[in-house]
C-alpha cells in the first residue's frame, strides 16, 4: 500500500527560528512530490518537486527531493506567525490511465509563538 | 482568474439522508479530483474526473459517487449518510496538461455534519 509519512506531526516554535518539516515516501510508480499549506480550508499549493536534488526556493521557504533516500524536507527560515499552519506532503503516482490522484501524508502542524 | 468553487459551504444532515456537493474548477481545467478530510484520516482521495469519465477511484464504498459535466464542472454524492461522513470534502482542479503531473489548485471545501 502507498504510504506517505510526515514528521513531526506537530511542532512549537518561537518567531525567527527556523523549522525543517520532513516527508517520506513509500509507493510505486512515483512521479512528483508536492508541498501545500493549509490554514482555515483550502491547501494551498507550495512546490513541486520532480527531480532529486533540485531545490526549490520561494521566499523564506525551500524544499528539496531525494529520490534515492525516498523524502522530502521544507525548510522555512526566520519563521513568522503567519507561518502556523498544517503543512501538507503529497504524492503523485504514475498510472497507466493517467489519472494521478494525490497521496497525502497526515500533515505537520506547526505553531509559530510571537 | 476564478478559484475553485464549492457549494455549499456548510451543510448539516441526519443520518440516512443523501447530500450532493458542487465544485466548479478554474477556467479551463479540466480534471477534477475529490477528497475528504477528517482529524484521524487526514486528506484521502475520492476520485477523479477528466472530460465527464471517472479516471481514478480511493477506497471509498460504493455510497460515494460523482460526476462531471461537459463544462467541467463536478458534482460527488453520499447516500446513505453516517456519522463517520461528516468530514470536509475537498475539491481540487488540474490544468489539462496532465502528463506532467501538475499541482492541483483546492477549493475552500464543504464542511459536512452528520447527525
Known amino acids: 500500500e502507498d504510504k506517505v509519512v510526515q514528521s513531526p506531526l506537530s511542532l512549537v516554535v518561537h518567531e525567527g527560528d527556523t523549522v525543517t518539516l520532513n516527508c517520506s515516501y513509500e509507493?510505486?510508480?512515483?512521479?512528483?512530490l508536492l508541498w501545500y499549506k493549509q490554514e482555515k480550508k483550502a491547501p494551498t499549493f507550495l512546490f513541486m518537486l520532480t527531480s532529486s536534488g533540485i531545490e526549490k526556493k520561494s521566499g523564506r521557504l525551500s524544499s528539496i527531493l531525494d529520490k534515492k533516500e525516498l523524502f522530502s524536507i521544507l525548510n522555512i527560515t526566520a519563521t513568522q506567525t503567519g507561518d502556523s499552519a498544517v503543512y501538507l506532503c503529497a504524492v503523485i503516482l504514475i498510472s497507466g490511465g493517467g489519472a494521478d490522484g494525490l497521496t497525502f501524508g497526515k500533515g505537520t502542524h506547526l505553531i509559530i509563538q510571537p | 482568474k476564478a478559484g475553485v468553487t464549492q457549494t455549499p459551504r456548510y451543510l448539516i444532515k441526519t443520518r440516512g439522508q443523501q447530500v450532493t456537493l458542487s465544485c466548479s474548477p478554474i477556467?479551463?481545467?479540466?480534471?477534477v479530483s475529490w477528497y475528504q478530510q477528517t482529524p484521524g484520516q487526514g486528506l484521502q482521495f475520492l476520485f477523479e474526473?477528466?472530460?465527464?469519465?471517472?479516471?481514478n477511484k480511493g477506497n471509498f464504498p460504493g455510497r460515494f459517487s460523482g460526476r462531471q459535466f461537459s463544462n467541467s464542472r463536478s458534482e460527488m454524492n453520499v447516500s446513505t449518510l453516517e456519522l463517520g461522513d461528516s468530514a470536509l470534502y475537498l475539491c481540487?482542479?488540474?490544468?489539462?496538461?496532465?502528463?506532467?503531473?501538475?499541482?492541483?489548485?483546492f477549493g475552500q471545501g464543504t464542511r459536512l455534519t452528520v447527525v
Open positions: 481540487a482542479s488540474s490544468p489539462v496538461d496532465r502528463v506532467r503531473g501538475a499541482e492541483a489548485f
Open positions: 477556467s479551463g481545467h479540466r480534471s
Open positions: 474526473y477528466f472530460s465527464e469519465t471517472q479516471r
Open positions: 509507493v510505486t510508480n512515483f512521479r512528483s
